[in-house]
T-cell receptor, first 109, second 114 residues
């Protein structure tokens, strides 16, 4: 199994940048995922890292360091619609995905 | 529109009753999963299936059972519901191991056990 830790809540201003950190311990790492979940909705896929480094996708970027068991999700040019929970998830083996408790991001005008 | 369909969307159930949550996907994904989501605890894996005919236990399997008779369907059964099983249940699927393996989620089933 794995322990996945991420902050519970973060608040930022519209137009700003927020970085959500995630640390994990796992015995069979095979990829790290970030998902976005708006209140009352299903999670949706944001990013995937399996090798060390930065993956950029528009306003969102995700970084992975396997040796440190560390990842972050960077949200740039924050918009009100980015207010949501962000879930860090680690895959162990081919299929099994375990999630952290999620970070609730509130974007203020 | 391709995706995952869960039913029911919401259900109130008396303790001790049997309940089956249904999940159907039309993406021909090999793997399917059931998660429960509780405030402060995030998504926790209940059971999973790598392919039709096989199932495995996740993090919190007690009180739940699943079956995978075919590729598309993955029902979750609560044999005798208890109040601690009040939660939002998400079904998900993913393609083969060669893909990134991202999960596609259904819209969730909100279950209240009284």
């Amino acid at each position: 199994g794995q322990n996945i830790d991420q902050p519970t809540e973060m608040t930022a201003t519209e137009g700003a940048i927020v970085q959500i950190n995630c640390t994990y311990q796992t015995s069979g790492f095979n990829g790290l995922f970030w998902y976005q979940q708006h209140a009352g909705e299903a999670p949706t896929f944001l990013s995937y890292n399996v090798l060390d480094g930065l993956e950029e996708k528009g306003r969102f970027s995700s970084f992975l360091s396997r040796s440190k068991g560390y990842s972050y999700l960077l949200l740039k040019e924050l918009q009100m619609k980015d207010s949501a929970s962000y879930l860090c998830a680690v895959r162990e083996g081919d299929y099994k995905l375990s999630f952290g408790a999620g970070t609730t991001v509130t974007v203020r005008a | 529109i391709a995706g995952i369909t869960q039913a029911p969307t919401s259900q109130i159930l008396a303790a001790g009753r049997r309940m089956t949550l249904r999940c159907t996907q039309d993406m021909r994904h090999n793997a399917m999963y059931w998660y429960r989501q509780d405030l402060g605890l995030g998504l926790r894996l209940i059971h999973y299936s790598n392919t039709a005919g096989t199932t495995g236990k996740g993090e919190v399997p007690d009180g739940y059972s699943v079956s995978r008779a075919n590729t598309d369907d993955f029902p979750l059964t609560l044999a005798s519901a208890v109040p601690s099983q009040t939660s939002v249940y998400f079904c998900a699927s993913s393609a083969s191991a060669g893909d990134t393996g991202e999960l596609f989620f259904g819209e969730g089933s909100r279950l209240t056990v009284l």
